[in-house]
């Protein structure tokens, strides 16, 4: 059966709440030194290279290990960045053949909430209900370090 679906339809939304203010939550994702440390899903697929222009229409790129000896690469644009409200980016992971390359766009809000800060995580256009489950499970991973990286007193 093809699992393919309009790339306008199909999306993944995530919601976690941290005990930190929307400032230093909203930092984390902003300083290539805090994505160093929490972006990725597990502690074997982790950053190990973290390039930011972090200004609206700046490019970003994330190197990770794989977890398996390899690296992956993942590549977009600021598309918004309203501190401490919204950060909006594209996402394409690189592969062997561009060609090969989707676009996604990755939108996180940054409420307030009476434990701190609500995030609402939404990232759309996915090609398959495969990649979208692929992406939510490593986005739950990721918002896992961003609480240890937060909680353990981190910027």
Known sequence: MD???ARDVLELALHRV????RERVF??????????????PSASIHAVRVETDFREGGHYQITFDSGD?????VRGRYLTID???????????????????VETTGIVDF??????T????RHLRFTS???????????????????????????
């Open 69 to 73: 000896g390899g690296l992956r690469r």
């Open 83 to 101: 501190r401490p409200r919204r950060l909006a980016f594209s996402w394409i992971w690189c592969e062997a053949s561009p060609a090969d390359e």
């Open 111 to 116: 409420a307030e909430h009476p434990h701190g």
């Open 3 to 5: 699992d393919r679906i």
């Open 27 to 40: 930092d984390a994702w902003s300083r290539p030194d805090a994505l160093m440390a929490w972006m990725g």
């Open 129 to 155: 209900e495969h990649e979208r489950r692929r992406h939510a499970d490593g986005w739950r991973g990721t918002l896992d370090k961003l609480a240890g990286h937060l909680d353990d007193g981190h910027r």
């Open 18 to 21: 941290f005990a930190h203010s």
């Open 118 to 121: 609500c995030i609402h995580l």
